[in-house]
DNA sequence: TTCCAATTAACAATCATTGAAGATTGGTGC
DNA sequence: GCACCAATCTTCAATGATTGTTAATTGGAA
């Protein structure tokens, strides 16, 4: 995802406004590596700004999305996460608390497989699952 | 899965009631390769058995999936799907309308990443997105 | 046939997300 | 600076998937 300033001038330049409330929210999600969820920044924006509305933190998520600035996840984890992160990576979840890291992986060497059906891959999808230390811990086994 | 009838005797022996709502919903998953979702797999039931609930159909596919007879799968399409192949495979999924298809390919050459945090990966999974030959003439593009 | 725990259907409730509508406000043009 | 209008905001209702609850029903062992 690009700088909050750089997105300023980008949403200017499509002739969409840049409200208070939009540059609240590029600052929680500029350097975030935590696959934040709507509530998330939800959360993190209105203790700056307490009357932004989790509506409008779903809108401008998608506007980022539709831009390509953000990628929305759905990982599995109950709802749908957003990745300011646009290198190629992949993911890590537990499947106890849901928290989720990157990796970088190497995953060329899987072959696409082609279809006879005419199904066409855009693209090909690595997530690693398993637990955190501490919900390994306390899940026992 | 097991077939209909290994799986009566696998809920007896378990001290589970084999009713004939959950007979029912066996046949219906019995080499079911569409990645029903709750929903379908109601609807295939209620064709026989009208008065069958939605939520008999989570609670036995819920079973299912506990007792290891099923994958429940989240694909991002907005609703679980339960898959009764436990043959190691991938999925393909059409992001124009959801379908789900099977793929055998060899993932062994990623190497699964070690953590310095101690996550421990339990499972490697990949997906193939894309669109199927309808969805992508129907998307133009 | 009896009996009880397991199961069921019905219904309310939850959670994430989206739709709608009226009030508010960037920011361009004067 | 000021007016104006489309874009945006908040509020609130509605949706769809799933789960919790409860009272009634029913497998299947004794």
């Known amino acids: 995802m ?4 750089e997105l ?14 939009r540059q609240c929210i590029f600052r929680a999600l500029h350097g975030n590596d935590r696959h934040p969820t709507a ?12 009357t932004v509305s989790l509506r409008t933190v779903y809108q401008t998520l ?6 390509g600035e953000l ?6 984890t109950g709802s749908g996460r957003f990745d300011p992160n646009l290198e190629p990576h992949q993911h890590v979840v537990c499947d106890g608390c849901g928290r989720v890291y ?12 082609r279809f006879a059906n005419g199904f066409r891959v855009d ?5 690693f699952r398993g637990r955190c230390r501490a919900c390994s811990a306390a899940a026992g086994s």
Chains 1, 2 share one sequence.
């Open 71 to 76: 990628v929305e996840l759905d990982l599995g």
């Open 102 to 113: 990157d990796v970088v992986v190497d995953v060329s060497p899987i072959r696409t497989p």
């Open 8 to 21: 300023t001038e980008l949403f200017r330049a499509q002739g969409l406004k840049v409200t208070p409330q």
């Open 2 to 5: 690009k700088s909050p300033t």
């Open 123 to 127: 693209r090909t999808e690595v997530v």
């Open 39 to 50: 509530e998330a920044i939800h959360e993190q924006v209105t203790a700056e700004m307490p």
């Open 62 to 67: 998608h506007d980022l999305a539709d831009m």
